[in-house]
Nanobody, 115 residues
Framework: QVQVMESGGGLMQAGGSLRLSCKVSGTNLSPRSMSWYRQIPGNQREHVASIISIGNIRYADSVKGRFMISRDKLGNTVFLQMNSLRPEDTAVYYC?????????WGQGTQVTVSS
């Protein structure tokens, strides 16, 4: 069974940094792409960052210059380095793996930024 597991969330003061990790297990196939989304209760889930390869990365305008997405060499683990955190970054962060048979989502990890 394919699983996507996020880790690394927590509480941080504004201006601080957190690093999220997401690992795909249960398959030998590397995801075509991996993405981070975030959601605040009552709001739609919004795209944060996606990576296909080193040269093919997308960021939401709200996180450009502050967040950095990367993948390990095997391609089944993705990281989100979040710097200069702001209270408005507070959300549940979800990882999505784009596999050949469809998307698989993780359960999410809470990130809370205090002012």
């Amino acid at each position: 069974q394919v699983q996507v597991m996020e880790s690394g969330g927590g509480l941080m003061q504004a201006g601080g940094s957190l690093r999220l990790s997401c690992k795909v297990s249960g398959t030998n196939l590397s995801p075509r792409s991996m993405s981070w989304y975030r959601q605040i209760p009552g709001n739609q889930r919004e795209h944060v960052a996606s990576i296909i390869s080193i040269g093919n990365i997308r960021y939401a305008d709200s996180v450009k210059g502050r967040f950095m997405i990367s993948r390990d060499k095997l391609g089944n683990t993705v990281f989100l380095q979040m710097n200069s955190l702001r209270p408005e970054d507070t959300a549940v962060y979800y990882c999505k793996a784009d596999l050949v048979w469809g998307d698989v989502w993780g359960q999410g990890t809470q990130v809370t930024v205090s002012s």
